[in-house]
Every structure is written in structure tokens, then in C-alpha cells.
């Protein structure tokens, strides 16, 4: 169970996510008329493809003829959203048919800051603090609660790619049970079947759970439920696009050119910056080197819990570093710098921070950094289409 701190560092974060979700202007996030034409042709009984064009909708309103290049994620939170949004809508109910996409967007993105608290209940054991800094490291972050008022399948992606890891953790700990596993296997499932930036937190959870008291073979438990779950949908992406996230299929009918290496993305000042300015609001671009030291000292906490590596962190590590490439490999390849694509980082980061924090008694500091998220968080996030 959560205690009081975790609950009312959530409560923030849905409080102020739900705010968002009530006062923003429709279409006022990135893509998110893209999102909605998506979930409402699921509504109506068809998987769109990226080439796809919207129908006109009362919901915004839609205006017939926009690309639906939304469609090669999985369709998991459309089909959740897109019905009764459609039901809604036909009632005459348009703007509760979009507040609801957006509701249920806060409330997944809720329920991975409690994940998150879960994973830094895991690893510190018996350490009250660190879970509550941990939430507030993951869902206090200034842009957080703006991408999770807006109609998008972000926060169940992050709620999915949180809770994996934090009940993988519980049979790499504790030993397999039936319930454990059962839990594991739906978890992927949704992670696979929500967006693929949430597959490497699959692969994590197998790892997790082959190792320490679990056992091998229940790396299928993950594995095998993604597969079942979702295989389908990328295989179809194989099939139409010619990969399994239809990157490239998309970047051709979008006109976008790689702009350079993953390895010179990395590296981008630009990239960085412009990650930096999407999550940050009014107060980015930060002076350069606020940046470089925030971003240093997020890296090493993660570093610190390395210096005796455990399986779980080494695991959590490497998850964490293929989510930075695979967002860099995206801007590499044309795709655009959203600060919210590095957002399952702090599933990670969070706990690490928590950790350090309250081994070296900065716990104070870093809920003052907090708290300026918090008022960081009134700031309207900026307008902006594709990916």
C-alpha cells in the first residue's frame, strides 16, 4: 500500500493533469487531433494506417482529411478511449468526448508515478523517503502533468513500462508465484499492445524475472504475453511498412530526412536543448550549464547504484540507456525532440535520486526542486504537430 506521501504526490500530479485536461483548448497538445481520428475510426470498426485520412467529428472539432500518422502505435488505448468518445460525441456530448480521452490519459499517467514509488519501494526497502522522492521526481517533472491532460496513449504507455518492471522486481526478489506471473504477462501485454517505446521494459521484465529468486523459464511469462498480445500488430507493421514501428514508411510520407547519426544525436547540443525546452516550458531554454548539471546528476545517481551492482539495477541501467538511444535514434532518423519520449526514463531516474538523496540527507533539496516543478507546471506547454 502506498503511504500518505506517495498518495498525496499523486494527488498532484492527477489534480493538476486533470486541471490541464479541462481548461486546455482541444488540439492544443502535440498530435493530438492525430490521436483522437485515431481512436475514433477504431470506434467505427477499422485499424487505420499512417496514410489514412480523419473523418469530420464534432470532437474539437475534427476537420475531415487530416493524416492519421498516429497509426502505426498500437491500439490498445484507442480502443479503451474510442468508443465511448464516439458514443459521447453522438449524443451530443462532443467536449466530455474529448475530456474523457484526456481523463484517462491522467489517470494511466497516475498510476506510473505509484509504479515508480513501487519500483523505489523495491529497491530500498524499509526507507520511507525514498519512494515519496521518487514520485515526485517522476510525476513533478514541469511538462509531466501537461502531456498527461492531453488525449494521447503516453501515460497508459508509462503506467504499463512502470508497473512491469516493479512486479518483475517482485518475483526477482520473492520468488515466482502463480499471481505474480499472471500479473507480469498482462503488464507486458498492455506495455506491448500500448506503444513500442514500451517494449524494452518487456525485455527488462524477462530478465528480471530469470533472475534472483526466480526461475528461467519465466522470462516467457513477459515475453510470450507480449507476443501473444501485441505480435500481431507488428507483424502487420512489417508487413505494411517495412519495420516494426513503421519509422520509416512514416518519415517518406511526412518528406523528413535523417538529420545525423545516433551516435552524433547523442552528442547534439540542439537535441538536447530542444528535449530540455519541451519539458521545461517558460523556464527553458535553462542556462547551459543548469542543463549539463542536471542532467549529470540524474545520471549520477543511476551511476551510484552501479558502483556494487546488483542485478536489478544493472537490469534498470540498461533499460534506461536503451530508452536514450532508441528516442535518439528516433531524432536522428527526422523525427522530432519531445521531452516526453524520455518520460519512461523516470522509472528509473526516480528511484535513483530517492536513494542518494536520502543516503546523503539532501532529501530537503530535491523536494525543493520539486516544488519548482510544481509551479513550473503552470506553464502551458507549447503547441506542435507530428512526430
Given at each position: 500500500m502506498p503511504s500518505a506521501g506517495v498518495l498525496?504526490?499523486?494527488?498532484?500530479?492527477?489534480?493538476?493533469?486533470?486541471?490541464?485536461?479541462?481548461?486546455?483548448?482541444?488540439f492544443t497538445g502535440n498530435d493530438e487531433a492525430a490521436h483522437v481520428a485515431y481512436a475514433l475510426a477504431i470506434a467505427d470498426g477499422r485499424l487505420p494506417t499512417v496514410s489514412d485520412r480523419s473523418t469530420a467529428s464534432p470532437i474539437g472539432p475534427l476537420v475531415p482529411g487530416r493524416l492519421i500518422y498516429t497509426?502505426?502505435?498500437?491500439?490498445?488505448?484507442?480502443?479503451?478511449?474510442?468508443p465511448p468518445m464516439a458514443g459521447l460525441a453522438d449524443a451530443?456530448?462532443?467536449?466530455?468526448?474529448?475530456?474523457?480521452?484526456?481523463?484517462a490519459n491522467a489517470l494511466f499517467a497516475t498510476l506510473a508515478v505509484l509504479a515508480t514509488a513501487?519500483?523505489?519501494?523495491?529497491l530500498a526497502p524499509g526507507r520511507r523517503r525514498v519512494p515519496i522522492l521518487a514520485a515526485a521526481v517522476a510525476g513533478l517533472v514541469p511538462a509531466y502533468t501537461f502531456v498527461a491532460g492531453f488525449a494521447y496513449n503516453d501515460g497508459l504507455a508509462l503506467a504499463a513500462a512502470a508497473g512491469l518492471p516493479a512486479a518483475a522486481l517482485a518475483v526477482h526478489q520473492d520468488g515466482a508465484t502463480s499471481r505474480r506471473l499472471v500479473l507480469v504477462g498482462l503488464l507486458?501485454?498492455?506495455?506491448?499492445?500500448?506503444?513500442?517505446?514500451?517494449?524494452p521494459a518487456v525485455a527488462a521484465a524477462a530478465v528480471l524475472v530469470a533472475t534472483g529468486r526466480g526461475r528461467r523459464r519465466d522470462a516467457l511469462a513477459p515475453l510470450l504475453s507480449a507476443l501473444v498480445g501485441a505480435g500481431w500488430f507488428y507483424a502487420?507493421?512489417?508487413y505494411r511498412y517495412g519495420d516494426l514501428t513503421g519509422g520509416r514508411y512514416l518519415y517518406d510520407l511526412l518528406d523528413r530526412e535523417p538529420r545525423m547519426s545516433v551516435a552524433?544525436?547523442?552528442?547534439?547540443?540542439?537535441?538536447?536543448?530542444a528535449m530540455a525546452a519541451d519539458a521545461w516550458g517558460r523556464f527553458a531554454p535553462l542556462p547551459g550549464p543548469l542543463e549539463l548539471l542536471l542532467g549529470i546528476a540524474a545520471l549520477a545517481c543511476i551511476v551510484w547504484q552501479l558502483r556494487r551492482p546488483t542485478v536489478a539495477w544493472a537490469v534498470l541501467a540498461a533499460y534506461a540507456l536503451v530508452v536514450v538511444v532508441a528516442v535518439a535514434r528516433f531524432y536522428a532518423q527526422g523525427g522530432g525532440a519531445h521531452g516526453r519520449y524520455l518520460y519512461p526514463l523516470l522509472a528509473v531516474a526516480g528511484p535513483a535520486v530517492g536513494i542518494v538523496a536520502a543516503r546523503f540527507r539532501i532529501a530537503s533539496a530535491v523536494a525543493g526542486s520539486r516544488c519548482f516543478g510544481l509551479s513550473a507546471n503552470r506553464t502551458p506547454m507549447r503547441s506542435r504537430s507530428r512526430p
Open positions: 498525496a504526490v499523486a494527488g498532484a500530479t492527477l489534480t493538476l493533469a486533470v486541471a490541464n485536461a479541462l481548461a486546455a483548448p482541444p497509426a502505426n502505435h498500437p491500439p490498445l488505448y484507442y480502443a479503451l478511449v474510442g451530443g456530448h462532443p467536449g466530455a468526448a474529448l475530456r474523457l480521452a484526456r481523463l513501487a519500483i523505489a519501494a523495491r507486458a501485454a498492455a506495455a506491448a499492445l500500448a506503444r513500442i517505446s514500451a517494449l502487420r507493421n512489417e552524433g544525436a547523442l552528442v547534439d547540443h540542439g537535441f538536447w536543448s
